[in-house]
């Protein structure tokens, strides 16, 4: 256990090792023009085009999937799903045109209970039709991608989902250091 706590404080501290050196710049990318759609209009066709088996590239936005997923710098590919487990990313609509890209926490049945990696506390709940996507890769801006089904990315998440009772603290520490 005391292995791990070191190997997740210097996972973590990480960032303040680096403060100076950017890891994820693309001087191509960031001149390239951007366009952006809210996502009230952008997610209901990202679900029409991954229904029809095509796999689809957004930005993510927002901060529930820190540290894992970050605000505008990541992008991830979402994919038909044919199996869901607990760990998956997924993009799902909780409520009509109400969507989020959280973690399933919990599969009982046709019911699932989704949270964000950087939520301390709340779940959301839906169905497994209600599921839009699965993330099958998470691609940073320097080019690098990360698939999901990667070993030690699924060693990190199962090891983030057991410091839950910590995670206010982590986040805190993950947060001044970015």
Same mark, same amino acid.
Not at 42 to 69: D, H, N
Not at 132 to 153: F, M, Q, W
């Given at each position: =256990?005391?292995?791990?706590?070191?190997?997740?404080?210097?996972?973590?501290?990480?960032?303040?090792?680096?403060?100076?050196?950017?890891?994820?710049?693309?001087?191509?990318?960031?001149?390239?023009?951007?366009?952006?759609?809210?996502?009230?209009?952008?997610?209901?066709?990202? +679900?029409?085009?991954?229904?029809?088996?095509?796999?689809?590239?957004?930005?993510?936005?927002?901060?529930? =999937?820190?540290?894992?997923?970050?605000?505008? +710098?990541?992008?991830?590919?979402?994919?038909?799903?044919?199996?869901? &487990?607990?760990?998956?990313?997924?993009?799902?609509?909780?409520?009509?045109?109400?969507?989020?890209?959280?973690?399933?926490?919990?599969?009982?049945?046709?019911?699932?209970? &989704?949270?964000?990696?950087?939520?301390? +506390?709340?779940?959301?709940?839906?169905?497994?039709?209600?599921?839009?996507?699965?993330?099958?890769?998470?691609?940073?801006?320097?080019?690098?991608?990360?698939?999901?089904?990667?070993?030690?990315?699924?060693?990190?998440?199962?090891?983030?989902?057991?410091?839950?009772?910590?995670?206010?603290?982590?986040?805190?520490?993950?947060?001044?250091?970015?």
């Amino acid at each position: =256990m005391k292995r791990v706590i070191k190997a997740i404080a210097r996972w973590l501290a990480a960032p303040w090792r680096r403060v100076k050196q950017h890891r994820y710049t693309d001087a191509e990318a960031a001149s390239m023009p951007r366009m952006e759609l809210p996502n009230d209009k952008l997610l209901p066709l990202v +679900r029409q085009y991954v229904a029809q088996g095509e796999k689809v590239i957004i930005s993510v936005k927002g901060y529930s =999937m820190r540290p894992f997923l970050e605000h505008l +710098r990541d992008r991830v590919k979402l994919a038909p799903w044919t199996e869901l &487990l607990v760990g998956d990313a997924v993009l799902a609509e909780i409520a009509p045109g109400r969507f989020v890209l959280h973690r399933i926490i919990e599969i009982n049945g046709e019911q699932l209970t &989704l949270m964000g990696d950087g939520n301390v +506390r709340g779940t959301e709940h839906c169905t497994k039709a209600d599921v839009c996507g699965v993330v099958t890769e998470y691609l940073r801006p320097n080019g690098h991608v990360l698939l999901a089904s990667d070993r030690k990315l699924q060693r990190k998440i199962r090891i983030w989902r057991r410091l839950l009772p910590i995670r206010r603290w982590l986040l805190f520490i993950y947060r001044t250091s970015v």
